[in-house]
């Protein structure tokens, strides 16, 4: 991609009223627009690094033999009153419109209802089991305080999956691959060595869900946590919980700023019961579906991703979600000569399969850098008129400051070796 064609700007001002770091960068770097508080645009920046980190979670989703679908955000009122799920007193965040044919209709802040009403069609004898869906789905939340930029939006993209199941084994096979799929994808995305699964309250049916904790300065969550023993537990598991149970002591557990980036939750048989998704069983009895539920916050983690690894210059993403894993600069651009010779390394970057941001304006290379810090790509590579004399390209990998200096054919047996490409 040539910067000069791609639509984004980098801006020295903030909007007044943004408080959190994560957007503060976000939005001087051209990756978002904020349209108010907690609510974003995404623009071409934002939305790569938002589909990278989907294709990571969409490959694991995949591992775990579940289909990939796209619900409504319109949501009937009489299936969520069957729930009693319905009322503001009992869902605070609930977004609700009237439609001008008369009735009342919610906006998803969760799809948990309508997929086990829409599985009623789908799920009737024992071999319709077990079965999993999930979907990319904005979801959109009156949320009071919308002060963290990304990480609590108004509106913003979750990976929702449901898992169906006929037993309580069966629901237990599922729950636990899907804890290792979520680890997998929080060890792609960079933040694995980071993030604890974590003792939540459980809710319907266990005595315990899990939410998935990542360490981070600028979470709202608090979690206790033994690194040694990986064991984590939330403040409100800490109070009622049987420690001893759990494998651990008061006094091993640290309390630790973190955010929730994903939770999972089984409801046993309860949501079906309550909504009517029922089975017939090898004995001809109609019993309830085993229900889980199964959270990513995929805009939260972009969001987590520049609280914990932007530096003061600017974003850092890690390879495997940033938007081009080269920022090729070219420098001395009154020079043809040059410019022809940075050029030709950008198209053959690309052929190489390599994606390469190229910085071919006319600006000066002090601007250019201080752009190139602020946007983040991992290595940026630097032609320029002594480099050339030289033969030699100066490479920076962004998040260590490393420099190297390659010649042509070491810079493109390095960017082969490299994976994430
Ligand atoms: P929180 O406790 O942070 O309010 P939650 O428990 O309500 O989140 P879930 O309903 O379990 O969240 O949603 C699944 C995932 O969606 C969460 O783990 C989180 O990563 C993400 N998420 C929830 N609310 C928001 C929000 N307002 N903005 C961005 N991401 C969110
Ligand atoms: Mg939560």
Redesign the pocket.
Known sequence: MRQSKLFTKTQKELPADEVAKNAQFLIRAGYIHKEMAGVYQLLPLGLMVVQNIKQIVREEMKTLGTNELLATNLQRKELWERTNRWSDDTVDIWFKTELKAGGEIGLAW?HEEPMAEMMKNHIASRKDLPVAIYQFQN?L?N?TRAKSGM????E?I?KDAYSFAATEEEHNTFYEACKVAYMNVFKRIGVGDDTYVTFAAGGAFTEFSH?FQTVCEAG??VTYLCKEKGIAINEEVLEKADLAALGVAREELVATKTA????IFNFGRQKAEEVGLFFTDETGTRVPVWMGSY???I??LMGVLVEKFADEKGLVWPASVAPYLVHLVVLNTEDSEIRDWADGIYMSLKEKGVSVLYDDRDTRAGEKFADSDLLGMPYRVVASKKGKAEGMFEVVTRSTSEVRKLSEEELYADFDANPNT
């Open positions: 969760s979801k939340r949320e990480m609590r939006g108004r913003f979750m939410e709202e969550d929730e980036v994903g939770n959270g990513i916050g805009t939260r």
